[in-house]
């Protein structure tokens, strides 16, 4: 289970360090959503014992957890678009999302705690390590995003290791499973509230019936045959 070894290692060190993790990477629909985290770890205790990867409790104690989150938690998600998916591709789009959320993260933390962004440590669940100068040169609204970091690190079951990372993974989790809830409405053919996207019988099934919607990823491959040119 998910401990704070990693966050006391850097507190003593004197480093910020924020979590990262994403949601629907895998999903035929809908976006990525990727949330970054940054706990007071003077107040670790404070927080509940529950918190581990999102994959391992139910919707009901992720929620739970979220509501019981006070001011020694700062966190932001932010989301690339399933158009973004199909035009940068599924890796640089996460990129993307991540990026927008540190930055957003990051400025709210500087500001109110007057954090050097040289004492910040960032680490992100998985293999890989973002390279965020690739993602400037994708996207030119984010080239207006400076964001300057001392330390980037992937880390492989990152929300199993990480409280900081896990909280990140309940929170991008409840986060697009929220959105995608509100897909339904507009799109209840597909479903979207049952299985928030992903590649289920059901889903095919709608997809067979009604074709594709206008938030399902054409870049996919499971979707491209459904593609009327």
């Known amino acids: 289970m998910a ?19 994403e949601a629907g990477r895998g999903s035929w629909a ?10 007071d770890y003077k ?16 919707s009901i104690k992720r929620k739970k957890i979220i509501l019981s989150l006070n001011d020694s938690i700062k966190f932001s998600s932010s989301v690339s678009t399933a158009k973004e998916i199909d035009h940068y591709g599924l890796t640089l789009a996460n990129f ?10 990051c400025e ?18 998985g293999k890989q390590t973002p390279n965020f100068s690739n993602v400037d040169v994708a996207n030119q609204n984010l080239k207006k995003i400076n964001l300057r970091l001392h330390s980037t690190t992937s ?28 897909y339904s409405i507009s799109y209840p053919n ?5 299985h928030f996207g992903y590649g289920t019988k059901k889903h095919s099934e709608a997809i ?22």
């Open 208 to 229: 067979e019936k009604f074709g594709i919607s206008p938030i399902h990823r054409k870049s996919f491959k499971p979707i491209s045959p459904y593609i009327v040119n």
């Open 96 to 105: 993307m999302a991540m990026k927008r959320a540190l930055w957003c993260l």
């Open 155 to 182: 880390l492989v079951k990152g929300d199993n290791k990480s409280k900081t990372i896990a909280l990140a993974s309940i929170i991008a989790k409840e986060t697009r499973d929220s959105i995608m809830k509100n």
């Open 43 to 58: 107040k670790h205790e404070l927080l509940s014992e529950n918190i581990n990867d999102s994959k391992k409790i139910n």
């Open 190 to 194: 597909y479903k979207f509230d049952n």
């Open 30 to 39: 809908g976006p990525i959503v990727a949330t970054a985290c940054w706990l």
């Open 108 to 125: 709210s933390v500087n500001k109110e705690l007057r954090v050097n962004y040289l004492n910040t440590k960032i680490y992100i669940d």
């Open 3 to 21: 401990d704070f070894t990693l966050e006391k290692e850097n507190y003593h060190k004197n480093y910020y360090m924020i979590g990262v993790d």
